[in-house]
C-alpha cells in the first residue's frame, strides 16, 4: 500500500492541517508550523523549483526546467513539420520520416531530463558518487504521482524513438513488418503519453477535474493532455490495414500535428512557468529544512 505521507516527512511540531491529491497520492498540503505560520506545499510547484526560480524566461541554460521545456518545443515542432502535407510532399516520405525520427529524440531528452527533475526534487549533491546517480534514478518512488508520470511519459518516449527508427529504416518492407515495427511501438507510446498526462493533469488538478483558466500551469496540463489524445486518435487512424494502406492518412495526419502543436505550445509555457509563480522567504524556507520537511513551502499566513 502506498503511504501517501512518505515524501513529505514533518518534524516535531508540525501539524497537517489539510491534505488533497488525487486518489493514493498527495499533491498538496496545509500545515502549521511551531510558530502557528500555516504553510502550503505543492508537488508541482515544489519541484519545478519555483522558491529558487531566476535569470530570464527565455535564455536560462544552466537551469534543467529551461532545457525541459526547449527540448520538448524542439522536438513538438518536428512532429508538427512531419505531419504538414506540404512538407512531407516537398521532402519525400524518407526526409518526413528522419523529421520524426529527430522530433523523438528531443521528446526522450526532454522526458529524461523531467524524470531527473522529479527523482532530484529535493536536491542531490554536488559531486555525487556514480552508483548514487544511478541508484536515484532506478529507485522507484511509488508514492508519488509525479514520479509515476514522468517514468511513464519517458518509455513513452522510447516508445516513439523505435517506431520512428524503423520508420526510417524499414519504409520499403512488407506492410505486416511496418504494422509490426512501426505501429505497435506508436501505440503503446501514445498510450504511455495519455496515462502521464492524465497523471500530470491530476496533480495540477489535485484531484480528476478542475477549472484554473488563470493559471499557467493549468494550460500547460491540459495542453498536454488534449495533445496526448490527439496523438491517440493519430495511432489508431494509422494502423496498417492488410492491403497496406493506412486505416485515415487524414486523421493520422491531423492528429499528428493538433497532438504537435498542443505538446509545442505546452513546451514553450513551461519557461515563463518557471519564472513565475510563489516564491517563499529564505528564512521560512531554511526553517522547513531545519524542522525536517522535505520541500520547500511556497506560501505562508499568519
Known sequence: MVDRHRHLRLGAGWVRQETSGFGPFVTREVLRRVDGTVVVWESRRHRKGRTSAGGSTW???????????????????????????????????????????????????????????????????????????????????????????????????????VSTGHAVAASQGSSSALNHLVWRPDALGSVCFLVASWLCWAEVSHRWWSWQPRSITWWIAGLNLVGSIAFGVSAVASKIEPNGSLRSLALTNLGTFVGAVCFLVGGLLLLPERTQGDRVEPDLAASAYKSGLRGAPLAESA
Open 59 to 161: 535564455w536560462a541554460p544552466r537551469a534543467i526546467g529551461w532545457w525541459i521545456g526547449v527540448l520538448f518545443a524542439i522536438g513538438s515542432f518536428c512532429f508538427a513539420l512531419g505531419a504538414f502535407p506540404p512538407y512531407a510532399d516537398a521532402v519525400g516520405s524518407a526526409a518526413d520520416n528522419i523529421t520524426y525520427f529527430v522530433g523523438s529524440l528531443f521528446f526522450t531528452s526532454a522526458a529524461f531530463l523531467q524524470y531527473c527533475q522529479v527523482v532530484w526534487a529535493d536536491g542531490r549533491p554536488e559531486r555525487p558518487h556514480p552508483l548514487a546517480i544511478i541508484r536515484d534514478l532506478v529507485r522507484p518512488q511509488r508514492e508519488r504521482i509525479d514520479w509515476w508520470a514522468a517514468a511513464v511519459q519517458f518509455v513513452g518516449t522510447l516508445f516513439f524513438n
